[in-house]
């Protein structure tokens, strides 16, 4: 939905999606309505209407799009460049990106893309064909370029522009994902002079250049990201003079910021956070069905593709019977309503329940419901029983203790580490959380036993659901794979190929339910809840901003640059003539042969953590 702000008596001054069901698939696009550029102020201070800012608490891993994983930077990268295709706000289908129609051969192993005309890349040059066969090709022959986004073009046989406007990419096997390529184009004529591209992060030399609808201008670890308007985006220029995400450690601090009008937009807020702004002037807060799920990751045994094994983790959750017991001792419906106020509901399976055709649920049989007597006869089963001083102890006698990694930032994190250690305590376990500014050191080392976790999902789940392949793993010991927990099934393999190439949507999403059984039966990964989205943002800053999905969706990481690039300043709001303006977003397409899987699905992105770590 597009959201406005309440009327005033004066002014104050990025599912499922599109699959090609055989033959071709054209899309078009209906163009924009653009409104007036109203006048701007020239200090470009958030509250003046030139300058939106966006306060963010994860630190940006990488401005490398080889190499970004966290929210925060993919979300920054879908401001900066653009993928072949796009997300409709509306509802999720596909719409163009730097591609304007596409079809497939038959036999469905040869894609063939239209590339458009009216995209150039900041510093003037036009982005070409070339340029994503490129982006493609090196990810195909450097592993280093395949860090983040590898998954995509693992089964591409060759990268062809056989001229500027046509990009042809032929496959070893059908790939159900070709309008799905979640993969930033960089332009070849800058990157191809990256020497090394594991230890380049794209922060040195400034602007960056990209062909989004926003151009990155500065960066400061750990303090801020700024971007301006491309001008000569082709879908228009956004409306405000500047965006900035600005780093705030603490989310106490970001919403007191919000309140004096020092940023303009919160996400990730607490339930008591967003009550208490609710009654505040000039703010509103959007509380939305959510597109991450919260869920506790245990160490499986960190190992790489090589058989090397590495890290500490506790050897004790290599057993499925006491992966089983914990989570037979945790109370779902506790957390939902204790630790995230109802703002959030249950989880189960790894997709949330917004998603539709893949959402999945255990059945009675199956189900792990909370049972603390239960999870005792487990680990009495399982050779875990209690000494007489109530602690369990291991086969060897030792103490069975755990440690969870807890992001530092995340209240959440917190409250639910402390239900744990009450829950398995009255067990006979031991749990220390270890809350961190960053996790990401210890979890790469594979040095923990369990972590609080939560991702985004593309429209198409298939990112998130290759973290969990073998594939992911890393090289060796030293290097970083694009997997979450270092889990390497062989069943959930062959399931993942077989959704893969799989073009039927019922039968994919037969699948790709199965997956989710086999990770919940597995125990590796314990899906706690599905929090709302709760954000926050001033209306004497923002007149309207697009939500996606736009009926009751969010603002924060969305699939596509919807919402910034559709916020109106309220100053210019008040400037135009009612009937003039066209906040939202109008967005149409035009398709031949075309299957929407998953009707109602809105997926978002992917990475690790809670709320806002991995996207």
């Not at 992060?201 to 989004?212: A, K, L, M, T």
């Not at 923990?448 to 198409?460: K, Q, T």
């Not at 062989?490 to 059984?517: C, H, I, T, W």
């Amino acid at each position: 939905m597009v959201t406005k702000a309440p009327p005033r008596p004066a002014p104050t001054r990025r599912a499922l999606r599109l699959l090609v069901a055989g033959g071709v698939a054209a899309a078009s696009l209906v163009a924009v309505p653009q409104t007036a550029q109203a006048a701007r102020a020239e200090d470009g201070k958030a509250g003046s209407g030139t300058t939106l800012t966006v306060a963010v608490s994860q630190s940006v891993d990488s401005l490398s799009p080889f190499l970004a994983q966290k929210l925060v930077s993919t979300s920054i990268h879908r401001l900066a460049y653009e993928y072949l295709t796009n997300y409709d706000p509306k509802d999720a289908h596909t719409v163009p990106g730097l591609a304007t129609a596409w079809k497939s051969s038959p036999d469905k192993l040869t894609w063939t893309y239209t590339i458009r005309k009216d995209s150039k890349w900041s510093d003037g040059q036009r982005a070409t064909a070339e340029d994503a066969a490129w982006t493609f090709r090196k990810m195909m022959t450097d592993p280093n370029a395949a860090t983040a986004n590898g998954s995509f073009t693992a089964n591409f046989k060759t990268v062809s522009a056989p001229d500027p406007q046509t990009l042809v990419i032929e496959l070893k096997q059908p790939q159900a994902t070709m309008t799905a390529l979640d993969v930033p184009i960089v332009p070849k004529h800058v990157w191809e002079k990256v020497a090394d591209f594991s230890k380049f992060n794209n922060d040195r030399q400034f602007p960056i250049v990209g062909n989004g609808p926003f151009v990155i201008t500065d960066y400061k670890v750990d303090q801020y990201i700024k971007l301006k308007p491309n001008k000569d985006f082709w879908r228009g220029a956004p409306k405000f003079d500047e965006l900035v995400f600005k780093y705030y450690k603490d989310g106490d601090a970001a919403v007191a910021a919000l309140q004096k009008g020092e940023v303009s937009f919160v996400p990730n807020l607490t339930p008591a956070q967003a009550a208490a702004l609710k009654t505040q002037k000039d703010i509103k807060v959007n509380d939305a069905p959510g597109r991450r799920f919260f869920a506790l990751a245990t160490n499986p045994g960190a190992r790489a593709k090589d058989g090397r094994t590495f890290g500490n983790g506790n050897k004790a959750l290599l057993d499925p019977e006491v992966r089983k017991a914990l989570f037979l001792a945790v109370d779902r419906a506790t957390l939902v309503d204790k630790v995230f106020q109802g703002h959030a509901v249950e989880g189960e399976g790894y997709i949330p329940p917004r998603f539709g055709s893949y959402f999945w649920q255990p059945s009675a049989e199956q189900k792990r419901g909370y049972d603390p007597a239960r999870a005792e006869q487990v680990l009495d089963a399982a050779g875990y029983r209690k000494d007489g001083d109530g602690k369990r102890v291991g086969k060897d006698g030792k103490p069975l203790d755990l440690r969870i990694l807890c992001h530092a930032t995340d209240p959440n994190d917190k409250a639910v580490g402390k239900y744990l250690q009450e829950w398995w305590g009255k067990l006979g376990i031991g749990l220390k959380v270890e809350c961190l500014d960053s996790v990401s050191d210890p979890w790469v080392k594979g040095d923990y036993d369990l972590a609080f976790d939560g991702w985004s999902v593309n429209p198409d789940p298939d990112y998130v659901l290759s973290i969990h392949t073998c594939g992911a793993l890393p090289a060796t010991p030293k290097d970083s794979g694009a997997t979450d927990n270092f889990i390497c099934d062989p069943r959930f393999d062959a399931l993942y190929a077989q959704q893969a190439v799989e073009y039927d949507a019922a039968k994919r999403s037969g699948l790709v339910k199965q997956m989710q059984a086999r990770l919940y039966d597995t125990g590796y990964m314990n899906v706690l809840a599905y929090p709302n989205a709760l954000e926050a943002y001033r209306t004497d800053q923002i007149s309207s901003i697009t939500t996606m999905p736009e009926a009751a969706g969010n603002l924060w990481g969305q699939d596509g640059y919807w919402s910034w690039w559709s916020a109106v300043p309220a100053a210019q709001a008040s400037d135009e003539t009612s009937g003039s303006s066209s906040t939202g977003v109008i967005v149409g397409i035009g398709a031949a042969v075309v299957v929407l899987l998953g009707i109602g699905l809105f997926l978002g992105m992917r990475r690790r953590s809670t709320s806002d770590d991995r996207e």
